[in-house]
């Protein structure tokens, strides 16, 4: 399976291998201060444009700290995972105010 993804330019980035998706049953739940590790975890794989930003960061969970793990330890209410019998496999967070945030 391949992806592409727009460029802002309009210019559309090479084609790249993603992951097939599971077969295994999944539910969809609120995201637990649990979940953090899967987090970071997910944040790294896809922080650098949808694909994996490893190369980017000497430290791993950086760019979870900044993008994810607020919202996963202040506003957990506002987010949801995506787990399967291999363990959570994507999310999504939010706030209910940005500015209170």
Do not use: W
Request: with cysteine.
């Amino acid at each position: 399976m391949f992806a592409r993804r727009a460029a802002s330019s309009g210019v559309r980035a090479p084609a790249r291998r993603i992951a097939a998706i599971s077969d295994l049953p999944f539910e969809i739940r609120p995201c637990q201060p649990g979940d953090l590790e899967a987090v970071y975890r997910i944040c790294l794989a896809t922080g650098d444009n949808g694909g994996d930003a490893t190369h980017l960061y000497a430290d791993a969970k950086l760019i979870g700290h900044i993008y994810a793990a607020p919202y996963v330890l202040f506003s957990p209410e506002c987010g949801l995972v995506v787990e399967d019998g291999a363990g959570v496999g994507g999310y999504v967070l939010g706030a209910l105010d940005t500015g209170d945030f």
